[in-house]
């Protein structure tokens, strides 16, 4: 059974760095084929990609957001961490990572399961 | 304002059927990538229901089905039911962006 759970800090003042951990368990980052993502929704809104790492250290971001975001992971902890600057009051939302899963054919698979998610709200 | 567009909100009676609207642009869907959906019940996290554009997830009733034409997605839910009322989310993966999309999410109002 794959599970995920997010951890980090649930007030952040603006134009400081957030870390957020995704603590998982279940699969290994090590496997062939194997992601895990971030995705944030800010509060009645809708979910926002953010970065995803894989298996083979390839890492991806949104690009509307890649230069604050970093991305890594520790295959050891089963952790992958994710580091974004310079927050801003409008970057509060909920924050989740996600487990992805490649075919032969494409990594563009959806995300599942999803951990259960993170409140992070910006405000001096 | 997402990717992919859907209807902010659709609603149906018990019994009813319901459908949800997707649509995309050449760099997403009409690129020829797949659409997945997730249901997210209020206070929840997001849970995939639909893969590959019609495979329905591990546990998914047989209710709730996909399917994809061109630039657009659909998922199509019958024998409407309480339990269903939820938000939808679309995603697919975008060339422009490379990396996946979202849509902006419908409200499902069971009557």
């Known amino acids: 059974q794959i599970t995920l759970k997010e951890s980090g800090p649930t007030l952040v003042k603006p134009t400081q760095t957030l870390t957020l951990t995704c603590t998982f368990s279940?699969?290994?980052?090590?496997?062939?084929?194997?992601?895990v993502g971030w995705i944030r929704q800010p509060p009645g809104k809708a979910l926002e990609w953010l970065a995803l790492?894989?298996?083979?250290?390839?890492?991806r971001y949104n690009p509307s957001l890649k230069s604050r975001l970093t991305i890594t992971k520790d295959t050891s902890k089963n952790q992958v961490v994710l580091t974004m600057t310079n927050m801003d009051p409008m970057d509060t939302a909920t924050y989740y990572c996600?487990?992805?899963?490649?075919?032969?054919?494409?990594?563009?698979?959806?995300?599942?399961?999803w951990g259960q998610g993170t409140l992070v709200t910006v405000s001096s | 304002q997402s990717v992919l567009t859907q209807p902010p909100s659709v609603s149906g009676a018990p019994g009813q059927r319901v459908t949800i609207s997707c649509t995309g642009s050449?760099?997403?869907?009409?690129?020829?990538?797949?659409v997945h959906w997730y249901q997210q019940l209020p206070g929840t996290a997001p849970k995939l229901l639909i893969y590959?554009?019609?495979i329905r997830a591990s546990g998914v009733p047989d209710r709730f089905s996909g399917s994809k034409s061109v630039t657009s997605a659909s998922l199509a839910i019958t024998g409407l039911q309480a339990e269903d009322e939820a938000e939808y989310y679309c995603?697919?993966?975008?060339?422009?962006?490379?990396?996946?999309?979202f849509g902006g999410g419908t409200k499902l109002t069971v009557l």
């Open positions: 995603q697919s993966y975008d060339t422009s962006l490379s990396g996946p999309v």
């Open positions: 790492i894989y298996w083979d250290d390839d890492k």
């Open positions: 996600a487990h992805s899963q490649c075919s032969s054919s494409s990594c563009n698979r959806g995300f599942d399961p």
């Open positions: 590959g554009n019609s």
């Open positions: 050449t760099s997403n869907i009409g690129a020829n990538y797949d």
């Open positions: 279940g699969f290994s980052l090590t496997t062939t084929g194997v992601g």
